[in-house]
Antibody, heavy 122, light 107 residues
């Protein structure tokens, strides 16, 4: 069974940093891109960014709203993707999901993890 | 970025009836559209990809159609487990974007 499990969500002050993890099982993690999608009260579901598989260079792309503040990385030996979030803003609050993706980027998201809650507040 | 407009925002339907949900794109996305179901406290679950293809485990009471800018998701014979929020996703234009959702509630 394909499974994705996120962790690392927390309450954090504006301007601070947080790192989320997404551990995968049930498929060959290294063969796939991984995306992060968030669900916020203000914007609903929003694609945050993704990281391609090593076969496609492991390159990353981000939504304009997080470019320069968020960084996605991966450790294929641990079947884990990470979302490093710096300079957090109140509007970054929401549930963050990781999803399996394809390195071309022209694909739907499936499956999704259960999500982890990030709250940015002073 | 590509705007997806879903209508209606809320759809009140009695169990056993049919529900038709709409998703409209700002410009043609050919058939590069997916539909998701989300229940409270859960992640979205893929129902449909390629505008009309049911995902694995999607019951056949769910059907979808459309191309270009107009898409529909139809749920025939609504069951209790179908009351949820439904989202469309376009993966034709960068960045991929979601509609704002349609909540299907019990009438």
């Amino acid at each position: 069974e394909v499974q994705l499990v996120e962790s690392g969500g927390a309450l954090v002050q504006p301007g601070r940093s947080l790192r989320l993890s997404c551990t995968a099982s049930g498929f060959s993690f290294g063969d796939y891109a991984m995306s992060w999608v968030r669900q916020t009260p203000g914007k609903g579901l929003e694609w945050v960014g993704f990281i391609r598989s090593k076969a496609y260079g492991g390159t990353t792309q981000y939504a304009a709203s997080v470019e320069g503040r968020f960084t996605i990385s991966r450790d294929d030996s641990k079947s884990t993707a990470y979302l490093q979030m710096d300079s957090l803003k109140i509007e970054d609050s929401g549930v963050y999901f990781c999803t399996r993706d394809r390195s071309t980027g022209w694909y739907w998201f499936d499956p999704w993890g259960q999500g982890t809650l990030v709250t940015v507040s002073s | 970025e590509m705007i997806l407009t879903q209508s209606p925002a809320i759809l009140s339907v009695s169990p056993g009836e049919r529900a038709t949900l709409s998703c409209r794109a700002g410009q043609s996305i050919i058939s590069n559209l997916a539909w998701y179901q989300q229940k409270p406290g859960q992640a979205p679950r893929l129902l449909i990809f390629g505008a009309s293809n049911r995902a694995t485990d999607t019951p056949d009471r769910f059907s979808a159609s459309g191309s270009g800018t107009e898409f529909n998701l139809t749920i025939s014979g609504l069951q209790s487990e179908d009351f949820a929020v439904y989202y469309c996703l376009q993966y034709h234009k960068w960045p991929r974007t979601f509609g704002q959702g349609t909540k299907v509630e019990i009438k």
